[in-house]
């Protein structure tokens, strides 16, 4: 089946699943292959369960002449034609996002400032990859003006692959740092993956970027593009400039466009979430959103999902960033937090994966700054930070470091938790 006449069919369904467990009536159930499963064999079965179609790729789940069974050649292609082909029918306006952190928070709050004035797509949680993209390009509507469009990646080419599904408009890379090093190979590997974005962009004509201009490595590899830039106080040639007030413990910070000043009191946690912050406002003042109504909705944001949030429980005061973790992001969390005017600080990290070979000296660095900054009392779990000198109270797992917890409850702390979401630290949420 060609992708014109799979798109006619979509057009009757108007959703798509890819879950059997998940029909929505009358959509369409796309079948996906994984190490552990093979959705051709639920095909029928999300047909009574109520979705139009069901679109496979293994001709013995076809072979009936079902209907409504429809056989293309890769389920996996064929979701991710689909989606450009749907995308290019919209004509949406795409602004598409990467970089190694701050993409997701970067991503939601520039939604959450283009809804002053637009009616905006953008990518639900992290469903950024080569599945996520698609399903998410597959909601647009006529009724949506602009989209913001979050990509991820691990590997070499990854960006590339995804940038060729969504064909960006518009692009921002948040940052480039040390993570998916394993994946990667080098540092130098996740600025050339990243900057993939930048050179899809160049080649299709679409030169118009978003960029910090603080960040030297973005900075080299954007020449010949169209720079909207945003950095802090001093800065040359920014279209946004930022000046960082307080962080006791919410992000306050000062932004100037245009001669004009406005103060914003948000409830993020974190100068290093002042970029995330500066990149929102000037995607938003780009496309026109009054700065005011700017200000109103990065002061309403509420982080959620174990990123950057403060919870109050009875007994202390948590700063959960459990969601993901890596050596740029780590740093930036723990240098945060020691500068944070608060009495009774304690940390709780878990190993931070895909580093590859450098995994023991990166694990390492951040036990020497940990030793540096003499925190009240750290807890430190996983494989890794087991190999680590000096050694802190270390735990195997979190399942040790919940036992300990339990018997010694710690009270009257701010606590930050920080590991990458495989450690599920932030399940100790419920005991602090």
């Known amino acids: 089946m060609d992708i014109s006449a799979l798109y006619k069919c979509f057009t009757e369904c108007g959703k798509v699943t890819t879950d059997s467990r998940n029909c929505p009536e009358g959509s369409m159930f796309i079948a996906l292959k994984g190490e552990t499963f093979n959705g051709n064999a639920y095909a029928l079965q999300a047909l009574e369960k109520g979705c139009q179609y069901a679109v496979v790729d293994?001709?013995?789940?076809?072979?009936?002449?079902?209907p409504r069974i429809l056989l293309v050649d890769d389920c996996l292609k064929a979701l991710q034609e689909l989606a450009n082909y749907h995308r290019h029918k919209m004509g949406t306006r795409i602004i598409g996002i990467t970089g190694t952190n701050g993409k997701t928070t970067t991503k939601e709050l520039i939604a959450s400032v283009l809804q002053k004035r637009y009616e905006v797509l953008y990518t639900q949680g992290n469903l950024n990859n080569h599945i996520g993209v698609p399903l998410t390009l597959l909601r647009l509507t006529p009724e949506h003006e602009l989209a913001v469009i979050e990509m991820g990646a691990n590997h070499p080419g990854?960006?590339?692959?995804?940038?060729?599904?969504?064909?960006?408009?518009?692009?921002?890379?948040?940052?480039?740092?040390?993570?998916?090093?394993?994946?990667?190979?080098?540092?130098?590997?996740?600025?050339?993956?990243?900057?993939?974005?930048?050179?899809?962009?160049?080649?299709?004509?679409?030169?118009?970027?978003?960029?910090?201009?603080?960040?030297?490595?973005l900075t080299a590899i954007s020449q010949g593009l169209t720079r909207i830039c945003y950095g802090m106080e001093g800065g040359e040639g920014l279209y946004i400039s930022g000046k960082l007030g307080a962080c006791a413990p919410f992000l306050s910070f000062e932004w100037e466009h245009e001669g004009q000043k406005f103060e914003v009191n948000t409830h993020l946690i974190g100068s290093y979430n002042m970029k995330n912050a500066l990149a929102a406002i000037t995607v938003g003042r780009f496309f026109s959103v009054p700065s005011r109504q700017i200000c109103e909705a990065l002061e309403a944001y509420v982080p959620h999902n174990n990123r950057s949030q403060l919870t109050e429980t009875t007994d202390n005061k948590l700063i959960v960033d459990a969601y993901n973790a890596n050596p740029t992001s780590m740093m930036a969390a723990l240098e945060n937090?020691?500068?944070?005017?608060?009495?009774?600080?304690?940390?709780?990290?878990?190993?931070?994966?895909?580093?590859?070979e450098t995994s023991h000296e990166e694990h390492q660095k951040i036990a020497d700054y940990l030793d540096e900054c003499k925190f009240d009392r750290v807890l430190l779990a996983g494989e890794e930070f087991g190999k680590v000198i000096p050694s802190f109270e270390h735990f195997k797992d979190v399942v040790a470091l919940k036992e300990s917890l339990e018997r010694y409850k710690p009270k009257g702390y701010y606590i930050l938790i920080k590991g990458s979401n495989s450690m599920k630290l932030g399940q100790l949420q419920e005991i602090l």
């Open 337 to 356: 937090f020691r500068l944070m005017n608060v009495a009774h600080k304690m940390v709780i990290l878990g190993d931070m994966k895909e580093l590859g």
């Open 58 to 66: 293994e001709k013995e789940y076809a072979a009936d002449g079902h």
């Open 158 to 217: 990854e960006i590339k692959a995804l940038t060729r599904i969504v064909e960006p408009d518009y692009g921002m890379i948040t940052n480039v740092g040390k993570a998916h090093l394993e994946g990667f190979g080098s540092f130098e590997g996740v600025i050339k993956t990243k900057g993939e974005l930048y050179e899809h962009l160049r080649y299709n004509g679409k030169h118009i970027i978003f960029i910090d201009k603080d960040n030297e490595y």
